[in-house]
């Protein structure tokens, strides 16, 4: 659980027409629109009682749909993207808000809040990472017509859902060492990571590698998962009837935003700009040949059929200022290279208690369980004799052990609060995406690990290509098991689990 190593994810959609940011690619199992006509057809009496949507017994009103169709069209004009008719940008929202609605309940389930605290860390995040300061985030922020207080409140769902996604699926990620050495010795070969730490002793700067870049934005007609012969022909003609148009000269950010399945179909189809590694193959292989502004044949993968559009290819320009956004890429910021020097870096041997929340937990009672068990280890108790019976972790069996651990193998929060302690000393309780733990650190080492560390960047390349199926799996067994009724697009309905 903490050895995986975390993807980052969207954060504040509404930052999106502003900075450049982009969002992960995940899909929605569901049945694609079915065109105007039906829509059409449909009586007004549906929304008398001004539903959109009931995910489960949660209830989307058709004035939240029209309030978030306001805001994507205004995103969409700041991003010179045509912007589809109001029926139409109607139901891609209304998909998105279900999606996330689902998303709500599970973090729900699970009792992942986000602290005040937490919030304003993300806040602070995305201000550096933009070269801004929080005060001019604030003002850019209000600029663009937005609400300080509504794109807070969507920087909160964005990081509650990084929480879940994390904890739901970065963990069912597995990446063998028989994989890691294929890739070594096939992908991996010119590829080099960067320190995670300065070296114990002063070293000279080593000469950077530019990095090779693609950046893609896909049209994605999602097929159902079990959906028979007939549905899979007719959703393939619908995306070769697409990329007909694009051929004839159709806008693709344009037709995107009113036909893709995609979550990101609001944003132009962005999928973002990364290193090749951080691709999955398919996709390279698409778009072989192909030079920026170019887009690909249709392509078959699980979600469905895409249509891939270049947006860069090639060498990233060395000292070349980057476009100011969060950093949300899943791909590694640096490449990796073979037969480096020594890597001197600090080791730290830690273990811990973890206690996960959930509808019966909240995050005060996790807290206070964890006070309670440091006073007991503190008055004399053995700390691994309580993770044994007291943790949530899968470790537990261990005594909480945790092995030797790099910089930037845990969660951002863990390692924080472990690189605080000095060996023998206990933390107070400390919260990440996972729960509260309490940490006791061991030992400490300096270790040259220039060939491990090759191999962690390789696992993290291999773990970035598989995390997106895994969080679209995730999605869909979500969506499969729940009850929705899309009064906008019936199609788009499922009616399994609750009635």
Not at 43 to 54: E, K, T, Y
Not at 135 to 163: A, C, H, T
Not at 244 to 258: I, T, V, W
Not at 443 to 454: A, I, L, S, T, V
Request: proline share 6%.
């Amino acid at each position: 659980m903490m050895r995986s190593v975390h993807a980052r994810r969207r954060l504040a959609a509404l930052l999106i027409p502003m900075l450049g940011a982009c969002a992960v690619s995940v899909s929605l199992a569901a049945t694609p629109n079915s065109g105007a006509a039906k829509s059409a057809a449909r009586s007004s009496q549906q929304f008398v009682d001004g539903i959109a949507a009931i995910v489960n017994r949660q209830v989307i009103t058709l004035k939240q749909v029209n309030d978030q169709v306001a805001i994507a069209q205004r995103n969409l004009k700041a991003q010179n993207i045509p912007v589809p008719e109001h029926s139409i940008l109607q139901r891609q929202v209304l998909q998105r808000m279900i999606l996330e609605e689902l998303q709500h309940q599970e973090a729900d389930r699970l009792g992942i809040q986000v602290s005040d605290s937490q919030l304003q860390r993300a806040v602070q995040t995305i201000a550096q990472r933009n070269r801004l300061s929080v005060e001019q985030l604030r003002r850019n922020i209000e600029k663009s017509g937005v609400p300080w207080e509504v794109y807070l409140n969507e920087l909160r769902s964005d990081v509650r859902f990084d929480m879940l996604r994390q904890r739901a699926v970065d963990s069912t990620v597995h990446i063998t060492d028989a994989e890691v050495d294929a890739f070594l010795r096939g992908q991996g070969r010119g590829l080099a990571p960067a320190p995670v730490r300065a070296p114990a002793t002063p070293a000279a700067p080593q000469q950077q590698v530019a990095p090779r870049v693609l950046g893609l934005a896909q049209i994605l007609v999602a097929v159902p998962e079990n959906a028979p012969s007939a549905t899979v022909s007719e959703l393939q003609q619908r995306a070769e009837a697409l990329h007909a148009k694009l051929r004839a000269g159709a806008d693709f950010a344009g037709l995107a935003a009113s036909s893709s399945d995609g979550p990101q179909a609001l944003e132009g189809g962005v999928l973002g700009v990364r290193p090749v590694e951080g691709w999955p193959d398919l996709f390279l292989e698409a778009t072989r040949g192909l030079k920026a502004g170019e887009i690909s044949k249709v392509i078959r993968s699980g979600q469905g059929f895409h249509i891939l559009k270049v947006l860069t290819w090639g060498d990233e320009p060395r000292g070349a200022q980057q476009p100011a956004q969060p950093d949300v890429s899943m791909a590694p910021a640096n490449p990796m290279q073979l037969d480096q020097g020594p890597m001197i870096v600090t080791q730290t041997r830690a273990r811990h208690i973890l206690v996960r929340t959930n509808q019966i937990t909240n995050d005060e009672q996790a807290e206070q369980r964890l006070r309670n068990l440091r006073d007991r280890i503190v008055a004399g108790e053995s700390f691994e004799e309580l993770a044994r019976r007291h943790s949530d972790d899968a470790t537990a069996p261990q005594g909480g052990d945790l092995g030797w651990l790099s910089p930037g193998e845990t969660v951002p929060a863990f390692e924080s609060a472990m690189n605080a302690l000095q060996p023998g000393q206990i933390s107070e309780p400390i919260k990440s995406p996972f729960g509260w733990h309490l940490i006791e650190v061991l030992e400490r080492r300096n270790q040259d690990m220039g060939e491990e560390y090759q191999r962690m960047q390789a696992r993290e390349i291999l773990f970035q290509r598989r995390i997106e199926p895994a969080v679209e799996q995730w999605l869909n067994g979500l969506y499969g098991q729940a009850y929705i009724e899309n009064r906008l697009d019936p199609d788009f309905s499922r009616a399994t689990g609750l009635r």
